[in-house]
């Protein structure tokens, strides 16, 4: 979700989103998404701010949040720093809490502005806590965060933006997550641009037996970029 920019140190964004979801439930929702960044350059701070709330056939709920800061400092044009935190919850997982610390790498792979691509090998103490479906279950764990992210632009109204992570347990490989987002835009005025975007989870070891190891989603929308 980083944005690249010539001069402006202050960039942002919000969106509304139709969305189709395929998890426990087939889902329509609606949401909004915030995101503040400021970039000199050299340091990066980006904070996003996701929340979801829907009813779903008049009583079940989406009832989902990720609040997530991260830091880039600079050290040469092709490596950077970086350490994040994250805070979410999802009812839907059974996830009553979790939180994410992490910090290491970001490697720049490829030196053309049209067709970027990053490397990152980062490792990051997670804290987990179930929901009420399973009494006291807290998780301390720490994990490896691998991922891959490239931004193609092959017009100037077109960008394809992709980040695919793996996350696994470092005492026990098997216990893996994997997560991919995807997203497409095309132009439509200025600032004003539609948007597709395609996210993917897996996780070898969810919360609980209710909650399926595989979920997507699929969205379309418009994006207003200030």
Known sequence: MRKASDSAKWTGSISLDVSLIKNTNDILRIANKAHIQYNDKTNLWLFVNDLNFQKIEGNSLVNRGTQHFRYNRRLSPRLKWEAFFQAQYDAVSEIDFRGLLGTGPRIKLSEKENYKFYLGTLIMYEYEKA???????????????AYLSFSMYPTKTISIISTSYYQPKLEAFGDFR???NTSILFEIYKDLAFKTNFNYFYDAFPVS??????????????????
């Open 131 to 145: 929901s009420n479906v399973i009494n006291d279950r807290v998780q301390k764990d720490i994990r490896g965060s």
């Open 178 to 180: 994997f997560s991919s």
């Open 209 to 226: 037996s209710n909650v399926p190891q595989t979920q997507y989603e699929l969205t379309n929308g418009l994006v207003y970029t200030f």
